[in-house]
């Protein structure tokens, strides 16, 4: 069940969190926190749109063949005795995972961090199961504790204050807790601890999957990825077809920008390359290790005005800057996939004819493009999702009529003087002084929180002829 | 639709899955494109080593601090063993675990903590199979060494491979590595050829970890903690060259 | 020089007295202005909305009243940018037209670029002593053209202006076009943010390149009975900024 109905529609969710005052001064802390450390991360990197460019022409590169990496990813990681399996929605996907759960006898799921298992609801789908997933990346468990989904990709629970969380866990603990973050964070150590070591199973995600040496990439910084791939004896990585990447030189140009994109590191503190299972002999390692590859809508993009939205490497730096992001956070987009990348991305995975409501939740202010770390072109993509809106008639007929009367009057010269002469008679009840402070009908939205200015007596144009029209 | 309607499904096949991909793209597939690359760096470690390690060294070590780690720099191989002692004494360890590697025998730190009453286990082979992850689990200290490291980032970068498990890396609060530095290089640019030779053949390196720092969050209202599911304290002790020549690298 | 004014909506409509001042201000520098007779609008709100082909109607309609300017001024960012980087956009498969529309856009200019082509290195405007200032970098000028510096700098240049640098100028006023109407509370919260950080700064004067952020900021400060004015850089400029 995602958070906030999406029956209830955006506008009302996000009205909603406007009115959450914790909610949004956590936001703001978050947000702006990462903005100046990603700011300070990418001064210093010296080569920063080199590597910017680098990275676009290699994902450029991998959309362009992705059957054939994907080929090559495959070969490799069966080669090194890893199982694939290949999903073309969430649907298959989930029958992949539960069917291996069951055929080893798997009662608990130990978790780490992938938007990909959210996006497929698998928890739901173990838990229908009657095998117990448990998410090891603490943002993700505290969530999963209130039974909430998360409002931000990097900081799941950023919305979360220490007070709620020390009441989330003393009621799992069965003791009382103080909010005092340290003994929070020891405390899920100890918990998780045990779950990792008694999880029949280990479920991750995948930032990267290096297509010459079959090799799956996993970016953390708490140690809970290390332990969801090492301890269970069967490990199983989820990824979008989009992840592939032809070879580790490429995997460096993605880990120099991905931490510092996300969270203004230099470095994450663990970054896991995982190349198949290990040679008999080795006793700490998982027995099995399989891959599950993911389409679920993603090669509708791959022709088409939508294919940059693959390039995107989920470090939420678009979300830190978007104003409505910083505003309602990612529950009021009531989608797994928040912020301006998100909207695409949703559009995406809900494919042709699916709402495009989300589209309008954007000022168009390109924050989003200017941090990404690949320069994703989102402007033009919502322009593209709100012109598809309307040729799919998704505009209501009031707006379309609306829409219609405007071009009339940018058309006729004759209609946009009319226009002009009626809107100063008509506005004339509205006028306060140099202002209008209240406007009828749908025109009150404006009003509801700003004023207006009244059209002029004489427009410029009237003024221009007026003063004739020497060059001067 | 999660449930048992999942059980009797049809799995797609590669080549459907890959076909449908393949027509996606469609006249797209025409597209050249000349990805741009790294001159990438065939600098082994021991070349890159002797263009002044003692920078190097500075640099990681720098690093390695503004990562939340701690470097120990002592005069030689030597004086690695009484570092060890200190940490160890400083932390109140009883037990630790133990990569079987050569540095590891040759500086003696086997030696170094029953001086200072750590009962110390090599894993795996001083430890029978099924209580290998309970001895990790419950050890106070890990000590390892390391394959990599680099200079940029303060990144280690460890190999598992047996006598290099990576769980005594991860399951104690605390990891001590000792760093050679012969192993030390300038950027993540120069692992890509080393670690294609790590992975290779039958032997490849089922995991290999960058490791920077030690375990952290900020996911309870944005404040920095460490230690969360990996270790709590990362200490790196490491010397500079000494005067007879570069270090040997060694490994299996 | 010649240039040919673009006049745009919103300053016909609303807000003459900026087109007033850009032509006292471009006189002043020795420019022979001209204003094609019968233009309307850029067609910007159109596309903004999804409405491509009733914009690209608009668009083959105004493109020929500029066939022959040389240069053509821009009051407002987003329509300067309409013009320089989406009007061509608006004709995939009418090559004919493109061409038209790339001229077109070739030929424009936002109106601080414009001066500071003409008058780099002058002191331009009025006076202004006394007067505190500060300068919101309106989006599509900022991220769409990549202009920033060059107001800042005309405005500096203003005889005893005290000019502050807004925290979070270079971000959204909350305007957005129908962004503001469709969704009223979120523009109106981006843009309460905006005000606290216009009224960090004690400026009595907020300049914009863009009448959109001037209708939105000025109608919040109006709500808010905050002292400060949203004035259009030419405003200054022209004098237009004592009170």
Redesign the interface.
């Known amino acids: 069940m995602k958070q906030g109905a999406p029956s209830l529609g955006f506008e009302q969710r996000a009205s909603g969190a406007l009115k959450n005052l914790p909610l949004r001064q956590a936001l703001e802390a978050a947000t702006e926190r990462f903005i100046a450390q990603r700011a300070s991360a990418f001064r210093d990197l010296p080569d920063a749109e080199a590597l910017r460019k680098r990275a676009r022409a290699i994902k450029e590169e991998v959309l362009t063949r992705l059957d054939d990496y994907l080929r090559q990813l495959a070969d490799s990681v069966r080669k090194r005795g890893g199982v694939v399996h290949w999903a073309k929605d969430g649907t298959e996907a989930r029958g992949i995972v539960l069917d291996l759960a069951r055929a080893r006898g798997v009662k608990s799921v130990v978790k780490s961090k992938s938007m990909v298992t959210e996006e497929i609801e698998l928890n739901e789908a173990l838990e229908g199961a009657g095998i117990r997933p448990v998410e090891t990346d603490l943002g993700e468990w505290i969530i999963q504790l209130a039974g909430e989904k998360p409002s931000h990709i990097i900081a799941p629970a950023i919305h979360k204050s220490r007070h709620e969380v020390a009441e989330l866990f003393s009621r799992k603990v069965g003791k009382s807790l103080a909010p005092d973050i340290e003994l929070l964070t020891a405390t899920a150590r100890e918990q998780l601890r045990q779950e990792f070591l008694q999880a029949g199973m280990g479920i991750s995600g995948v930032n990267f999957a290096v297509a010459e040496t079959g090799t799956l990439v996993l970016v953390t910084n708490e140690g809970n990825g290390r332990m969801v791939t090492s301890v269970p004896p069967v490990h199983l990585a989820i990824m979008g077809i989009e992840k592939v990447i032809p070879t580790l030189e490429d995997l460096v140009v993605f880990l120099k920008i991905l931490a510092r994109s996300a969270t203004g590191q230099k470095a994450s503190s663990y970054v896991s390359l995982i190349t198949g299972v290990g040679r008999d002999g080795d006793s700490d390692r998982p027995r099995e290790l399989h891959l599950v590859i993911l389409d679920n809508g993603r090669s509708r993009f791959l022709s088409g005005p939508f294919r940059e939205a693959l390039y995107c490497i989920r470090c939420g730096a678009c979300l830190n800057v978007c104003p409505v992001y910083r505003q309602v956070g990612g529950h009021a987009y009531g989608a797994t996939y928040p912020g301006p990348i998100g909207i695409i991305v949703t559009s995406m995975l809900q494919g042709p004819g699916g709402s495009k409501e989300l589209a309008a939740a954007s000022s168009l202010c390109g924050a989003c493009q200017q941090a990404c770390p690949l320069d994703i072109d989102i402007p033009h993509m919502l322009l593209e999702l709100r012109r598809e809106a309307v040729a799919d008639r998704q505009a209501s007929g009031g707006e379309r009529a609306a829409f219609w009367l405007m071009a009339a009057i940018l058309r006729y010269d004759g209609l946009y003087r009319l226009a002009g002469r009626v809107g100063r008679l008509l506005q004339r009840p509205f006028v306060r002084g140099t202002s209008i402070d209240r406007l009828p009908f749908r025109l009150s939205r404006w009003t509801a929180v700003r004023d207006f200015p009244p059209l002029a007596a004489r427009t410029f144009r009237d003024r221009w002829r007026m003063l004739g029209r020497n060059g001067g | 639709m999660a449930g048992s309607g999942e059980r009797a499904m049809v799995r797609t096949e590669q080549a459907e899955f890959l076909g449908h991909i393949r027509s996606s793209i469609g006249s797209g597939r025409e597209r050249t494109v000349a990805p741009i690359r790294f001159a990438s760096s065939e600098a082994s470690p021991r070349a890159e080593a002797a263009q002044g390690v003692g920078r190097l060294l500075d640099r990681f070590l720098v690093e390695l601090s503004l990562a939340g780690g701690t470097g120990h720099r002592v005069q030689s191989p030597a004086h690695a063993q009484g570092a060890l002692r200190d940490l160890v004494r400083a932390s109140g360890a009883r037990r630790a675990v133990m990569w079987r590697h050569p540095l590891l025998a040759r500086l003696d730190l086997r030696a170094a903590l029953a001086d200072t009453g750590v009962a110390c286990w090599e894993v795996p082979a001083d430890v029978p199979e099924g209580e290998r992850l309970t001895l990790m689990a419950t050890a106070d200290l890990g000590v390892t060494a390391v394959d990599y490291a680099v200079a940029d980032t303060g990144s280690l970068v460890l190999c598992s491979r047996p006598g290099q498990e990576r769980l005594v890396s991860l399951l104690p609060p605390i990891h001590v590595a000792l760093l050679p530095p012969s192993v030390l290089v300038s950027g993540l640019e120069a692992l890509p050829p080393l670690l294609r030779r790590d992975l290779e053949g039958p032997g490849g390196a089922s995991n290999i970890v960058f490791i920077t720092g030690p375990s952290r969050t900020a996911d309870i209202e944005l404040s920095l903690t460490q230690g969360v599911h990996g270790p709590k304290a990362l200490h790196v002790i490491a010397w500079d060259e000494e005067p007879g020549g570069p270090e040997g690298r060694d490994h299996l | 020089m010649?240039a040919s004014l673009f006049?745009t909506?919103l300053?016909?409509?609303?807000?003459?007295?900026v087109?007033?001042a850009i032509?006292q201000v471009l006189?002043a520098l020795g420019v022979?202005?001209?204003?094609p007779?019968?233009?309307?609008?850029c067609?910007l709100?159109?596309?903004?909305?999804?409405?491509?082909a009733?914009?690209a109607?608009?668009a083959r309609?105004m493109i020929p009243l500029f066939e022959r300017s040389e240069r053509i001024v821009v009051p407002s960012g987003s329509c300067a940018w309409m013009l320089r980087e989406e009007l061509p956009r608006l004709f995939p498969a009418d090559a004919a037209t493109r061409a038209q529309a790339e001229a077109m856009g070739r030929k424009a200019l936002e109106f601080s670029e414009f001066v500071a082509q003409v008058a780099d290195g002058d002191t331009i405007g009025m006076s202004l002593p006394g007067t505190t200032v500060t300068y919101h970098d309106s989006?599509?000028l900022l991220?769409?053209l990549g202009v920033s510096e060059v107001p800042r700098r005309l405005l500096r240049r203003v005889e005893g202006i005290r000019y502050v640098e807004m925290p979070g100028a270079?971000?959204?006023c909350?305007?957005?076009?129908?962004?503001?109407?469709?969704?009223?509370?979120?523009?109106?919260?981006?843009?309460r943010e905006k005000i606290r950080n216009i009224e960090a700064t004690g400026a009595q004067i907020v300049v914009a390149d863009d009448c959109g952020c001037i209708?939105?900021m000025?109608?919040?400060l109006?709500?808010q009975r905050s002292g400060a004015r949203v004035l259009h850089l030419a405003q200054v400029l022209a004098g237009q900024g004592a009170l």
């Not at chain 3, 300053?11 to 007295?17: K, Q, R």
């Not at chain 3, 709100?45 to 491509?52: C, I, K, Q």
């Not at chain 3, 909350?174 to 503001?180: E, K, L, N």
Request: proline letters at 4%.
């Open positions: 010649k006049v909506c300053v016909d409509l609303f807000y003459p007295e087109g007033e032509v006189r022979s202005l001209d204003c007779e019968g233009q309307t609008c067609g709100p159109l596309v903004n909305n999804g409405y491509r009733e914009a109607r608009v309609r989006c599509h991220r769409g270079d971000r959204c909350g305007f957005g076009g129908s962004f503001s109407v469709k969704l009223p509370e979120i523009s109106g919260a981006i843009l209708m939105q000025s109608g919040g109006s709500r």
